[in-house]
């Protein structure tokens, strides 16, 4: 015999035995696998570029959300302790200022950024007078707490964005500095001599002063170019054989010689 047609009940109760588990599906996709997909491929991208980053992911489930949490606080931990990282590598341990090797890699890119934007820049080289008698007559430990007080001077008196001051080495030190002019360039190499002498740190074995004093030699550079490609070194030896000659002069000085630019 044929089936009696269903009744309203009927229909209504195979629909929704039929909507029901597309509905649960949908809803475990929306709230549960979607995010965690998600967040899977955004770790995913994490492991290929080598960059940890926080996780930006909507979510409405408690379990998700503090698992977001707890990644992220891991996150910033891990980039916190990151660029402390890459701030020691840059920093000179005993004066706390930029070292050699961020000097390198600043000057490469201010000097390719100068030939662009056709800017001023000089290269100063700065070197404590007689400091090998110092540490001979004072011993090597002042001699290093000598330098400390020193590169704060010089890092007060270079604070303005454009300046990069590092020590270059011993008792040497390299300044990158964008002065419009000679003169102005005048004035911050006089504050250095200055200041530093005003230290007044006791130096009875200098032929120079009683106290520590300092010699600086700068490149000064008045207009950037396309001729400054692969003369970077040059300008460094243009500063140091300025460093040279205010040494040879009585030291205490400073000497700035004009880059030819022809």
Known sequence: SLPSPLDRTSIISILILILLPITITSLVNY???????????????MKKTGDVNRLVQNSSVVEIDGFLNTFNHLVDKINEQKEKLIADSNTDGLTQIHNRKYFDQTYDRVWRATARSHEPISIVMLDIDYFKKYNDFYGHI??????????????????????TLARYGGEEFVLIVKPNSTARLNE??????????????????????????????????????????DRKEAALKIADEALYHAKANGRNQYVIRIFDTK
């Open 31 to 45: 709230f549960f696998l979607q995010p965690i997909v998600e967040m899977f491929q955004q770790i995913g991208k």
């Open 142 to 163: 002042q001699g290093d707490e000598t330098l400390k007080p020193i590169a704060q001077t010089l890092n007060q008196i270079t604070r303005r964005a454009n300046d």
């Open 188 to 229: 911050t190499l006089n504050k250095i001599v200055t200041d530093v002498r005003l230290l007044a740190i006791e130096h009875n074995d200098s032929p120079v002063y009683d106290f520590v004093t300092i010699s600086c030699g700068a490149c000064f550079i008045a207009e950037g170019g396309s001729w400054m490609k």
